[in-house]
């Protein structure tokens, strides 16, 4: 039986296709079990909370998670809730939460601000991130 990695998926709903592509590359490989602790889109603290509310749904997601990943595109360094969600990862729990940075696609340009908390960056490949999970995880 293969080891189940708990996943915080970091990601804009405005990008969604971004990240229901990164779905898909993790769905690639049939041997992978992850279990996804994203804060669902349809959870109304997303329309109808406060930041406050929002920012205490995003830590319980990453509590129960063995590893966060982000998606370094250049949105990501004006996304206040990204930038929170690297705080909450990196300084909200005994043990800070690793963070894979996953470059998209053919991007010239990527976030800074997410590549600098990475403790790994890798490009868009399901082989490349699936074995940083499992290195970090």
Not at 92 to 101: C, L, R, Y
Not at 111 to 131: E, F, M, P, R
Request: net charge neutral.
């Amino acid at each position: 039986m293969s080891k189940t990695y708990n996943l915080f998926i970091s990601h804009s709903w405005a990008y969604s296709d971004t990240y229901d592509g990164l779905l898909r590359l993790l769905n690639k490989d049939y041997t992978f079990n992850y279990a996804n602790y994203s804060v669902p889109k349809n959870d109304p603290v997303h329309t109808n909370g406060t930041d406050k509310q929002l920012y205490a749904a995003i830590k319980e997601q990453i509590s129960h998670a063995s590893v966060v990943l982000i998606l370094a595109g250049v949105y990501a360094t004006y996304s206040k809730w990204i930038n929170k969600e690297i705080t909450i990862a990196q300084t909200e729990f005994i043990n800070p939460k690793p963070i894979i940075a996953v470059e998209y696609w053919g991007s010239e340009k990527t976030s800074t601000i997410v590549k600098d908390a990475a403790d790994l960056i890798v490009k868009w490949q399901s082989n490349s991130i699936i074995d940083a999970v499992k290195k970090l995880g």
